[in-house]
Nanobody, 119 residues
């Protein structure tokens, strides 16, 4: 079973960059059996897909966030990271990282981390 753990600041000021890291254990982020995603849930709203990174390092983003988002990885640490630039209070959410088996048969989630955008 794959385990994921998010880490990063819980408070970010408007116009700054939100940076989160997901540490993966029990599976390799370079495995062709998985892809790795960031998903968020604003207060009182549903889940919103942010983007993903594939086993070859290719990244794909939500069209609504694409201009401000970057997902990268550190294979030596088995981690992948999210950067969201020019944040506003509307980016306040619980941010989850998740690992999807390539055939969609299983999803493993991190516990989520609250990020608040406020001055």
């Amino acid at each position: 079973q794959v385990q994921l753990q998010e880490s990063g600041p819980g408070l970010v000021k408007p116009s700054q960059t939100l940076s989160l890291t997901c540490t993966v254990s029990g599976g390799s982020i370079t495995s062709s059996n998985y892809f790795w995603s960031w998903i968020r849930q604003p207060p009182g709203k549903g889940l919103e897909w942010v983007g993903l990174i594939a086993d070859d390092g290719s990244a794909y983003y939500s069209p609504s966030l694409k201009s401000r988002t970057s997902i990268s990885r550190d294979t030596s640490k088995n981690q992948f990271s999210l950067q969201l630039n020019s944040v506003t209070p509307e980016d306040t959410a619980v941010y989850f990282c998740a690992g999807f088996e390539i055939d969609w048969s299983r999803v493993d989630w991190g516990q989520g981390t609250q990020v608040t955008v406020s001055s």
